[in-house]
């Protein structure tokens, strides 16, 4: 799943975090465990600075340094200091973070915005992805396709793009929010150049990097 990009500086709501948690939670067990959250703060320095912070801690300028030992040792240092966040906010003491024991972190620093209305268009989004998580049985039509609408005419740029990408992931490609997924991507690539000719196969844009690196 495609990243939302980073604001070190801003506060978000709960839907770019439930974005956050599913691309951490890789085995889509609706928990992030040790082993993933390491992995994945490992693997994606800006996003492991930007806990950091979150948290109050301090990440080191020598990560980026081209001297191997002080980048190593820099990046050692950090990846203790992650583990240190989790097992902090693993209040239950079960080796794994639920959903909202991930939100709390940013509650108690101030980095949270509380939506104030169910009605809110993210709050459905929100709701509608938790459920996604908890279903075992699958995804179905009705619910892909709330999410497909609800995406389209709330959510732009990067952050839609992820939203796509985690309900492409959920169904099958034949379905019909995967039809209209890549139809709407096709009617975004014509309105920002009128001349491109784009097939509908089952991947109608290029496969984009990461937000994290």
Not at 23 to 39: N, P
Not at 57 to 62: A, D, G, I, N, R
Not at 85 to 110: A, P, S
Request: positive net charge; proline residues 4%.
């Amino acid at each position: 799943m495609q990243l939302p990009p980073v604001e070190p500086n801003a506060r978000w709501d709960k839907l770019t975090i439930r974005q956050w948690f599913d691309a951490i939670d890789k085995d889509h067990s609706d928990y992030v465990s040790k082993q993933e959250w390491l992995r994945f703060l490992q693997d994606k320095h800006q996003f492991r600075e930007l806990i950091l912070k979150v948290a109050g801690q301090q990440s080191f300028k020598e990560r980026i340094s081209t001297a191997g030992f002080l980048r190593g040792r820099a990046v050692a240092t950090e990846l203790k200091q992650v583990i240190r966040i989790f097992k902090d906010i693993d209040f239950d003491k079960d080796n794994k973070l639920d959903f909202e024991e991930f939100v709390e972190l940013f509650r108690r620093t101030g980095h949270l915005i509380e939506l104030k209305s169910e009605a809110n268009p993210r709050h459905k989004i929100l709701c509608l992805l938790g459920g996604i998580s908890q279903d075992t049985k699958g995804v179905s039509n009705s619910m892909a396709g709330q999410l497909v609408d609800l995406t389209k005419n709330n959510l732009t740029g990067e952050r839609r793009y992820a939203l796509e990408e985690h309900i492409l992931l959920q169904v099958p490609p034949e379905s019909e929010a995967a039809q209209s997924i890549r139809s709407l991507r096709v009617q975004r690539a014509m309105l920002v150049n009128p001349a491109t000719k784009v097939t509908m196969g089952t991947s109608c844009v290029p496969n984009r990097s990461a937000t994290f690196s």
